[in-house]
């Protein structure tokens, strides 16, 4: 779970996998935890401008979800690092999230009402995709610590789960 899916932010689809893809050359574990955590801490902050902007109910569930479960999994996540005496090494990937994190939530923030829904939820579709893909393909093969792996593999699943649940979130919008 370590890498809470930043979700929430469009960023990934402006910029495609480009962040994900700058790790191609097989990130460490102390690399990939930074990246957990950097995408982990983008979705809480997305899901809390939805709570503040948004008046649809549905979408504030369901960013109420994305910080309750990012959150935890980020106090998993950190507490692993600590048991495991790991320090978290900024990279290129989580610089390049951030930046388009950064990005995208001031775009979101000017939007309002039925559009910033839309714009919020489409991206949580999308970046959802992506980080389930950047999770399978390459942090989760990645990894060389077995208690990473496995809390990688248990945050692939939930995260699979926040996907669908982001795209019923947007045909209830259509």
Not at 85 to 98: G, H, I, R, Y
């Amino acid at each position: 779970m370590l890498i809470r899916h930043t979700a929430a932010l469009a960023a990934m689809l402006l910029l495609g996998t480009a962040p994900f893809a700058q790790a191609a050359d097989k990130p460490t574990d102390p690399q990939i935890a930074h990246i957990a955590y950097t995408a982990g801490v983008i979705d809480v902050e997305a899901a809390k401008l939805a709570i503040e902007k948004s008046k649809n109910k549905d979408v504030v569930d369901f960013a109420n979800d994305m910080v309750r479960d990012h959150e935890a999994v980020n106090v998993q996540a950190l507490d692993l690092v600590k048991k495991l005496k790991v320090t978290p090494e900024d990279n290129a990937t989580s610089q390049a999230l951030s930046k388009a994190a950064a990005e995208e939530r001031a775009k979101l923030a000017k939007l309002e009402g039925a559009a910033f829904d839309k714009a919020y939820v489409d991206n949580e579709v999308a970046y959802h995709k992506q980080v389930n893909g950047a999770l399978e393909t390459l942090l989760i093969p990645s990894a060389s610590n077995a208690e990473l792996k496995s809390l990688l593999e248990t945050g692939l699943k939930i995260f699979q789960g926040h996907e669908q649940h982001a795209e019923h979130v947007a045909d209830m919008l259509k």
